[in-house]
């Protein structure tokens, strides 16, 4: 099995480059769909982020309102160590359960945006950086994703920075280019896997 670690920046195109490399036939574990799992009504993770935020982090169904959680969780850095002290610990149990029960000849590719800062690099073989320059995140996440430009900035100075993630690259994509472009430094990827 190859486990290869796949991280980059809010915006960087991660869930893009995931995307390519499943239409290849990697496994894609991915931590954000994990944590949305974790979070749902009933589950552990919902009751302890309400009991630390406030019922106001819920809509009126009952449901994680993630707008006003990452308000909340990223408006200093002792919120968003608090936010991830309760989902960490969690994503990273269910992510290796997942990789553990992959099949051995499988490619593995774990998309985690915070591998750095939660240091799971024990978890996977090799990492991947998706990379590009930092007014490029900020431009597509506010265009693509529809998102506040100042929560993204909020989001990018807890995460790692772009020097901390490359210093643990074993491979980097740059996505700064065109779609096609990308789509070619994925199939080089692969290629060399």
């Known amino acids: 099995m190859k486990r290869i670690g796949l991280t980059g920046g809010i ?3 991660k869930s893009t480059v995931a995307s390519l490399l499943a ?4 496994i894609v574990i991915d931590a954000d ?5 974790l979070v749902e009504p ?9 009991a630390e935020f406030g019922p106001r982090i819920l ?5 994680l309102s993630r707008g006003e959680l990452a308000k909340l969780a990223f408006s200093n850095p002792e919120a968003t160590k608090r936010l991830n002290a309760i989902m960490h ?18 490619v593995v590719v774990y998309d985690m945006p915070l591998l750095v800062e939660t240091k799971q690099l024990d978890l996977v073989d090799l990492v991947v950086v998706v990379d590009l320059p930092e007014w490029l995140q900020i431009e597509r996440s506010v265009t693509s994703r529809g ?14 920075s772009r020097d901390e993630r490359l210093a643990i690259a074993d491979y980097v994509i740059d996505n700064s280019g065109s779609p096609a472009e990308l789509k070619a430094a994925v ?3 692969w290629s060399d896997l």
């Open 23 to 26: 239409e290849r036939g990697a």
């Open 42 to 50: 009933g589950e552990p993770a919902l009751g302890a982020l309400v």
């Open 147 to 160: 998102l506040d430009r100042e929560d993204v900035e909020r989001r990018m100075q807890a995460q790692a």
């Open 89 to 106: 610990p969690l994503i990273r149990a269910e992510s290796a359960r997942r990789i553990e029960t992959a099949p051995e000849s499988a």
């Open 187 to 189: 199939a080089g990827l």
């Open 59 to 63: 809509t009126e169904s009952g449901t």
């Open 11 to 13: 915006g960087s195109g």
């Open 33 to 37: 769909a994990i944590a949305r799992e």
